[in-house]
């Protein structure tokens, strides 16, 4: 819907970030503070996603099959596209969409923050020791509703990318 109205696939990209991160919030609120099982919690919020976003469009555009198609420009860049004739070793390898790329480099954040920040070190005890972290002062609700948000906006770009990236390979 973000794609439609803006035309803009990165921002499309991003709101669907958000709109992960906001079921990552039901998703931390129903585990964390009301204590229901993961796996529970999470087959509902994934059931609750596809429908909500169906409900949606049908509201929106009175009718699922009378959604206009996405122009092509929405869709995510390629970052080297047309650099390399078509079918080069260097083409097949580094002729991807920009987010790859950015996948490398969250990677690599990912692996600073768990292993070389005070935060990444509260955040792996609060996995391991959670009562122990808890009588060390570090507020373990806290850490544990950031990770699963934060969980919930990566699985939300992860939801966006393969949206954007087939727009109108299938019309």
């Known amino acids: ?13 991003f709101c669907a970030g958000l709109a992960g991160a906001l079921f990552g919030l039901i998703h931390a609120f129903a585990c964390i503070s009301c204590h229901a099982d993961q796996t529970i919690a999470g087959t509902a919020i994934n059931f609750l996603g596809p429908g909500l976003a169906l409900f949606l469009c049908k509201a929106m555009y009175s009718n699922s099959s009378d959604t206009p198609a996405m122009d092509p420009s929405c869709k995510l860049p390629k970052l080297f596209e047309g650099v390399f004739s078509t079918g080069s070793f260097w083409s097949n390898v580094l002729n991807v969409y920009a987010v ?17 920040t005070r935060f ?3 955040l ?5 020791h959670p009562e122990a972290c808890e ?12 990770c699963v948000i934060l969980s919930g906006f990566l699985a939300g770009l992860g939801g966006a990318f393969v949206t954007l990236a087939t727009i109108n390979q299938f019309r």
């Open 100 to 116: 790859a790329y950015l996948v490398f480099i969250l990677a690599f954040i990912c692996w600073f923050v768990f292993y070389k």
């Open 1 to 13: 819907v973000m794609g439609l109205t803006t035309g803009n696939g990165w921002i499309a990209f």
């Open 124 to 128: 792996r005890a609060v996995g391991e």
């Open 120 to 122: 990444g070190a509260h």
């Open 135 to 146: 009588s060390l002062g570090i507020d373990v609700y806290k850490v544990r509703y950031i």
